[in-house]
């Protein structure tokens, strides 16, 4: 297999975000399917390398636009910029400065590379696209993404109280937010 050079757009202590690539699409599927993925993103579907080729050109084809409606990025660990999971901001809406997050990091779990890869994707989108409020919606029994949330910059905000199933069971779904006033000093230059 070929190996490509990522082109990093944002970069942190661990990890780096760059954009979405074709040649990544099976690993992208991988990760979906995974099971603790797949329970975390209540994604009830099976990713296919083809179903994710074509969300990659979905993606590649509005991320270039000048108020793109989502922008999506790989995470890569810089230790070996081993691409490790994907971030995005999702249903964008730059005339009230809005959008969501949703994350699905693959492999190297719980080493703090989702952490920073959330904390690099708000600093993005307050400082690059100049939003003004990032939601979130993760799964009550998350307790390792909770953390995490809150510490890239997230707070709670609500509860939607037995909201979703997951894992045979109804399960609240957390609702967290994340602002700029609350967010600090950019580390994009």
């Given at each position: 297999?070929e190996?490509?050079?990522?082109?990093?757009?944002?970069?942190?202590e661990?990890?780096?975000?760059?954009?979405?690539?074709?040649?990544?699409?099976?690993?992208?599927?991988?990760?979906?399917?995974?099971?603790?993925?797949?329970?975390g993103?209540?994604?009830?579907?099976?990713?296919?390398?083809?179903t994710?080729?074509?969300?990659?050109?979905?993606?590649?084809?509005?991320?270039s636009?000048?108020q793109?409606a989502t922008v999506?990025?790989?995470?890569?660990?810089r230790?070996?910029?081993?691409?490790?999971?994907?971030i995005?901001?999702?249903?964008?809406?730059?005339?009230?400065?809005t959008?969501?997050?949703g994350?699905?990091?693959?492999e190297?779990?719980?080493?703090g590379l989702?952490?920073?890869?959330?904390?690099?994707?708000?600093?993005y989108?307050?400082?690059v696209?100049?939003?003004?409020n990032?939601?979130?919606?993760?799964?009550d029994?998350?307790?390792?993404?909770?953390?995490a949330?809150e510490?890239?910059?997230?707070?709670?905000?609500?509860?939607r109280r037995?909201?979703v199933?997951?894992?045979?069971?109804?399960?609240?779904?957390?609702i967290m937010?994340?602002?700029?006033?609350?967010?600090?000093?950019?580390?994009?230059?």
């Amino acid at each position: 297999m070929e190996r490509h050079e990522p082109d990093f757009i944002v970069v942190g202590e661990k990890v780096a975000l760059g954009p979405l690539r074709r040649d990544l699409a099976a690993s992208y599927a991988r990760w979906m399917n995974q099971l603790e993925v797949r329970r975390g993103l209540n994604h009830g579907g099976v990713a296919t390398p083809e179903t994710q080729e074509k969300w990659v050109e979905e993606n590649l084809e509005t991320s270039s636009k000048s108020q793109p409606a989502t922008v999506e990025f790989t995470i890569y660990d810089r230790r070996d910029a081993t691409p490790v999971g994907t971030i995005g901001l999702l249903g964008i809406n730059h005339a009230n400065g809005t959008a969501e997050l949703g994350i699905a990091v693959g492999e190297r779990r719980g080493e703090g590379l989702g952490t920073e890869a959330t904390r690099l994707a708000l600093d993005y989108a307050f400082h690059v696209l100049e939003l003004r409020n990032v939601l979130l919606e993760t799964l009550d029994w998350n307790l390792a993404g909770l953390k995490a949330y809150e510490r890239a910059g997230f707070r709670r905000v609500g509860v939607r109280r037995g909201a979703v199933m997951s894992r045979g069971r109804r399960t609240d779904l957390v609702i967290m937010d994340a602002i700029p006033e609350d967010f600090g000093a950019s580390v994009l230059g």
